[in-house]
């Protein structure tokens, strides 16, 4: 799969686990693919993946990164969207292991991956896709009811999670993030609004710089 044309198929599992593991390499790749993206030029050499979205929302996983020769931080990812290989379009660049989410795909179409060694430098590494779906209170027509507490005790609560939302109008506090909708009906003129436990549900993800909330 040193080729774009031979790309190997990986085929997400459909829920958050990544059981369907796939060993690849860069070893062995005499030049590069001639395709350029930002993380390298034309002449770096890669291994090359492919899979057709089955969601709005995947997360690609990179574990087992093993660096042969050369430089850790010499393996990169590129993310393509295209159903061709002469006529991708180049979408992101990631860099070395890690859980990556992948958000605002469009089910059914097909994406490709390239994983690379920069710096004349060869990396093994394991590579698995699996799959976020939207939650039930996706969109503001779906919101789910919060019951106000007649206190500061917050006794009435929901468990709630962004992972595998899709970005819904009116504008959010960013604009190409997804989000969750929540209602309430006031019982007097100020409320608190408690958001507590907050944990990311891949392991690279850091919850307090990311997560933000807004009231319509």
């Keep these: 799969n040193a080729a774009c044309t031979d790309a190997e198929i990986l085929i997400p599992s459909q829920d958050e686990t990544c059981m369907l593991q796939t060993a690849g390499t860069t070893v062995g790749i005499l030049s590069g693919s001639g395709i350029s993206g930002d993380c390298s030029d034309a002449s770096a050499i890669g291994v090359w993946y492919q899979f057709t979205a089955t969601s709005s929302t995947h997360v690609l996983w990179i574990s087992n990164l093993q660096t042969l020769y050369g430089m850790y931080s010499g393996f990169r990812i590129e993310l393509y969207e295209g159903a061709e290989c002469n006529t991708l379009t180049y979408q992101d660049c990631l860099y070395n292991a890690g859980s990556y989410y992948l958000n605002e795909l469009q089910e059914g179409k097909i994406y490709f991956i390239r994983c690379l060694s920069v710096f004349s430098g060869?990396?093994?590494?394991?590579?698995?896709?699996?799959?976020?779906?939207?939650?039930?209170?996706?969109?503001?027509?779906?919101?789910?009811?919060?019951?106000?507490?007649?206190?500061?005790?917050?006794?009435?609560?929901?468990?709630?999670?962004?992972?595998?939302?899709t970005i819904a109008p009116p504008a959010t506090c960013f604009n190409n993030e997804g989000d969750v909708w929540y209602q309430f009906i006031a019982t007097q003129g100020t409320h608190i609004i408690q958001i507590g436990a907050i944990t990311g549900i891949l392991p690279d993800y850091q919850p307090y710089q990311q997560m933000h909330f807004q009231e319509f």
Aim: with cysteine; net charge negative; charged share 10%.
């Design 122 to 165: 060869a990396h093994s590494f394991n590579i698995c896709m699996s799959t976020l779906f939207p939650p039930a209170n996706d969109d503001c027509l779906n919101a789910a009811p919060l019951l106000v507490n007649a206190d500061l005790d917050c006794t009435n609560n929901l468990a709630g999670a962004t992972g595998g939302s």
